[in-house]
């Protein structure tokens, strides 16, 4: 199995996992630092220790006894017992899921200070970025090192990473310029308004989501020239780069 394949199977086993959209975030962001030796936090390493998984030589693996508490779950699931230790392990998850499901359990009456959340939003989303600008400076070096600037792929790789910097900074600015106004008076706000908000936020986070995961592929694949194991032919890393633009143009491009 190639690197990108690797990546692939290991990236959708992120995504069989049963738990809240918020987590497999960390866990994506995680792995992608295990794999460019950037050390994981401590939120991030007690995520992974609650599900039960590890990180081992650039794979993502689930204990197998994670499985068989599941399966324990499914089994005793009409039990008393079972149901309420069920409830108490899904009250401990961190479920920081940026829907209108999410949005509704936040604003409840019973939490007295909502504009948090928005802070807790910006808080999150800067760390992304910070991760994915650290990803685009690895992959400047990385550049220097594997091609000269006379090559094609030189220059390609170059606006590659021009056009997801751009990317990244148009879409933390947008996020910023969009949330700030509201940090005052976001609990005065109806509960309809106040998940609009948390929901347009969601479409930020996908698209700094979304540059994080193509520098993390570039970064991969330009950590596998420089050691010689794939993509040894310059055609074949000249269409990768091709498609690779192609995706990132999609997403500039947008409104």
């Given at each position: 199995?190639?690197?990108?394949?690797?990546?692939?199977?290991?990236?959708?086993?992120?995504?069989?996992?049963?738990?809240?959209?918020?987590?497999?975030?960390?866990?994506?962001?995680?792995?992608?630092?295990?794999?460019?030796?950037?050390?994981?936090?401590?939120?991030?390493?007690?995520?992974?220790?609650?599900?039960?998984?590890?990180?081992?030589?650039?794979?993502?693996?689930?204990?197998?006894?994670?499985?068989?508490?599941e399966e324990r779950k499914k089994r005793y699931k009409r039990s008393d017992f079972t149901k309420d230790s069920y409830k108490q392990v899904e009250n401990q998850k961190n479920n920081v899921v940026y829907s209108r499901d999410y949005a509704a359990q936040k604003?409840?009456?019973?939490?007295?200070?909502?504009?948090?959340?928005?802070?807790?939003?910006?808080?999150?989303?800067?760390?992304?970025?910070?991760?994915?600008?650290?990803?685009?400076?690895?992959?400047?070096?990385?550049?220097?090192?594997?091609?000269?600037?006379?090559?094609?792929?030189?220059?390609?790789?170059?606006?590659?990473?021009?056009?997801?910097?751009?990317?990244?900074?148009?879409?933390?600015?947008?996020?910023?310029?969009?949330?700030?106004?509201?940090?005052?008076?976001?609990?005065?706000?109806?509960?309809?308004?106040?998940?609009?908000?948390?929901?347009?936020?969601?479409?930020?986070?996908?698209?700094?989501?979304?540059?994080?995961?193509?520098?993390?592929k570039l970064c991969l694949e330009l950590s596998s020239i420089q050691a010689g194991r794939v993509l040894k032919k310059e055609k074949d890393f000249t269409q990768y780069l091709q498609a690779t633009i192609k995706e990132l143009n999609a997403y500039t491009n947008?409104?």
């Open positions: 199995m190639n690197s990108i394949s690797k990546f692939n199977a290991n990236i959708a086993k992120i995504e069989s996992l049963k738990i809240s959209f918020y987590e497999k975030d960390i866990i994506r962001s995680a792995y992608y630092n295990h794999l460019n030796n950037i050390p994981l936090t401590q939120g991030a390493n007690n995520l992974l220790k609650r599900h039960s998984i590890r990180f081992y030589n650039g794979n993502i693996i689930i204990s197998i006894q994670q499985n068989k508490i604003i409840a009456p019973t939490n007295p200070k909502h504009s948090q959340i928005l802070a807790s939003i910006l808080h999150d989303s800067h760390t992304l970025y910070a991760e994915s600008m650290e990803l685009l400076h690895r992959c400047e070096s990385l550049l220097n090192k594997c091609f000269t600037q006379h090559e094609l792929s030189y220059s390609m790789i170059q606006n590659i990473i021009v056009k997801a910097n751009e990317g990244l900074q148009n879409s933390i600015n947008a996020l910023n310029t969009f949330l700030n106004p509201f940090l005052e008076f976001f609990d005065g706000l109806d509960s309809n308004t106040q998940g609009e908000i948390l929901q347009r936020t969601q479409v930020f986070l996908a698209k700094i989501q979304t540059y994080k995961n193509l520098n993390a947008d409104p």
